[in-house]
C-alpha cells in the first residue's frame, strides 16, 4: 500500500495558452522584449500597440508566465517602417490593406519549441491585412528561417537601418507575406 506522500507525482506540462494580450500581460511582454532584442519601446509605444494592434502572447497555464508574443500593426502609414520604404514600394502597400508585424520574441528558455512558430501562424491566420511586412537583421537568421518557413518573402535590403554598439550599423532586410485568401 502507498500513502500518498510517497508517491512521486509527476505534473505533465500542460499545452500553452494562446491569447491575445491585455493590459496586465504588457509588464511580462515589455521584460521579454527588453531580454531578447536591442528594439526596446517605451511604455507609451507599448500602449499604443496594445490599443491600435493586435498583440499575441503564449502563456504557461500553471503559473501563468507569459513566454513569448507578437505584435502586429495594422495599417502603419506614417511609422519609421513604413516612411524608409522606396516610394515604389510605398505605393504597391499603399493600394492593399497591410500591416506590419512590429516584434515577435520568445523567452529564451522556450525557444525552439515551436511557439514562435505558433504565434506567428495564429497572427497570420487571423489577420484582415493584404500583405504584411517585417524587417529583420540581416544576422538574425534564426528569424529569417522562421519567416521564410511561413511564406514570407525578401523584398529589399535596407542598408544601414539598424545600429548596433560603438556607433555600428547593420543592414535590415524587408520581408512580405500576401495573403493568398485575400487575393
Ligand atoms: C525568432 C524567435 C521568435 C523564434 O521563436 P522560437 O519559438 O524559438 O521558434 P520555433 O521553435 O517556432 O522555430 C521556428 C523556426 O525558427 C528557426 N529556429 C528556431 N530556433 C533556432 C535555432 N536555435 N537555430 C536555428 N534556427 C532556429 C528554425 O527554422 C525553426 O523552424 P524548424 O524547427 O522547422 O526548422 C526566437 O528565436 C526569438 O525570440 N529570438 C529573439 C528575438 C528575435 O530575434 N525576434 C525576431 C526579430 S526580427
Not at 506540462?13 to 493590459?23: E, F, G, H, M, V
Not at 508574443?69 to 510605398?90: A, I, N
Not at 521564410?148 to 535590403?157: A, N, P, S, V
Amino acid at each position: 500500500m502507498h500513502f500518498l506522500s510517497d508517491i512521486n507525482v509527476v505534473s505533465q506540462p500542460q499545452p500553452l495558452i494562446y491569447r491575445l494580450a491585455t493590459l496586465s500581460d504588457l509588464p511580462a511582454i515589455i521584460l521579454i522584449n527588453q531580454q531578447t532584442l536591442p528594439e526596446n519601446y517605451s511604455l507609451s509605444t507599448w500602449n499604443y500597440l496594445l490599443n491600435f494592434g493586435l498583440i499575441y502572447c503564449a502563456e504557461e497555464p500553471q503559473t501563468q508566465k507569459i513566454v513569448g508574443y507578437c505584435v502586429e500593426l495594422p495599417s502603419f502609414f506614417g511609422t519609421d517602417s513604413f516612411s524608409k520604404l522606396p516610394v515604389v514600394v510605398q505605393n504597391w502597400l499603399g493600394n492593399n490593406s497591410m500591416s506590419l508585424i512590429y516584434s515577435i520574441a520568445v523567452l529564451p528558455e522556450w525557444s525552439g519549441q515551436k511557439i514562435g512558430s505558433n504565434l506567428l501562424q495564429i497572427c497570420l491566420n487571423a489577420t484582415q491585412s493584404k500583405v504584411v511586412l517585417l524587417q529583420a537583421r540581416k544576422s538574425n537568421e534564426t528569424a529569417q528561417r522562421l519567416y521564410l518557413k511561413y511564406g514570407f518573402q525578401y523584398l529589399l535590403e535596407y542598408l544601414n537601418y539598424y545600429s548596433l554598439p560603438f556607433g555600428q550599423r547593420e543592414n535590415a532586410y524587408f520581408m512580405y507575406w500576401q495573403n493568398l485568401r485575400m487575393f
